[in-house]
């Protein structure tokens, strides 16, 4: 049974992911994962993902996780990777035809409402793939129905706009040039609507988790290999690309300048670094 008003309320991030942004991130593919790859492999290893396990892996994207789960649970075991980007998805099935003995699924879907066989996963995991819920509770109490007694969850999300460098810099750059829009409210779906501890882990304890746990990680990330290249990518691909749609060519120009000046000293031979800050999250049904 679909959870009431899941599907109507999720529309805006369906739309959204089904449009530029999703396009963005299959154009983006590699260096997201080189990005965020490390911070995968923190909540892979939090989810203690075993050959034979059947395991959900919640806004796949272009399925860099998924694979990689697929390759640890073997033939004997299950990974459906979910998400609403049907771009993404396409990308992903590509990724997927390339490693043909693995036994991966994907599906475009929305979690917080789809019908999920009740009791027959060991595993919920996502990347980044959460904070996008317009009723958290109502998404992971369906992902807890998911699960099996004693079933596990694991993800990472990002801590506050503030404890994060590859967003906080720019937007702070661009902050003394152009007038930014509010930030949203507490809460509001979105890469950040995670980073409050106590919200997270009563939006968990509401859907059905218990022992839930939370470890901070902090590190330096590969933005990308070069500092004109991570700058592009963080114009064009962040939170930051949001605010700049609507700057006229001659502003946005100024601003790639101004940008490139104060990002330089974190370029090093291997590329552009910034600091990330995340939670590493665990729970049980």
């Not at 529309?11 to 997201?32: P, S, Y």
């Not at 490390?38 to 075993?50: D, N, Q, T, V, Y």
């Not at 040039?177 to 890469?191: H, V």
């Amino acid at each position: 049974m679909e959870p009431p008003g899941a599907s109507i309320a999720n529309a805006d991030q369906i739309e959204f992911w089904n449009g530029e942004a999703g396009d963005k991130w299959v154009r983006h593919q590699e260096t997201q994962d080189i990005m965020l790859g490390p911070l995968g492999e923190r909540s892979l290893s939090a989810a203690r993902i075993a050959a034979g396990e059947r395991v959900i892996d919640v806004g796949c994207g272009c399925g860099d996780t998924t694979l990689e789960i697929a390759r640890r649970v073997g033939n004997g075991g299950q990974v459906l990777g979910i998400d609403v980007s049907e771009q993404m998805l396409e990308h992903a099935r590509r990724r997927a035809a390339k490693e043909p003995g693995l036994t991966a699924e994907f599906l475009k879907a929305d979690a917080a409402s789809h019908s999920f066989k009740a009791g027959a996963s060991d595993v919920v995991h996502s990347r980044f793939g959460v904070m996008f819920f317009a009723n958290p509770e109502i998404a992971f109490g369906n992902l807890a129905r998911a699960l099996r007694p004693g079933g596990r969850l694991a993800f990472v999300c990002w801590r506050p706009v503030a404890e994060n460098d590859w967003v906080n810099l720019p937007m702070q750059s661009a902050a003394e040039m152009i007038q930014l829009p509010p930030p949203p409210a507490p809460g509001t779906p979105g890469p950040f609507a995670f980073g409050d501890k106590t919200r997270v882990e009563g939006i968990l304890a509401a859907g059905g988790f218990k022992n839930i746990d939370f470890a901070p990680d902090d590190r330096p990330m590969l933005i990308a290999d070069s500092l004109a290249a991570g700058v592009e990518k963080i114009v064009d691909n962040s939170p930051l690309a949001r605010v700049l749609v609507d700057i006229d060519a001659a502003t946005r120009l100024r601003l790639i300048e101004k940008l490139t000046g104060l990002l330089a000293p974190y370029c090093d031979d291997r590329g552009l670094w910034l600091n990330g800050a995340t939670w590493i999250v665990t729970a049980q049904t």
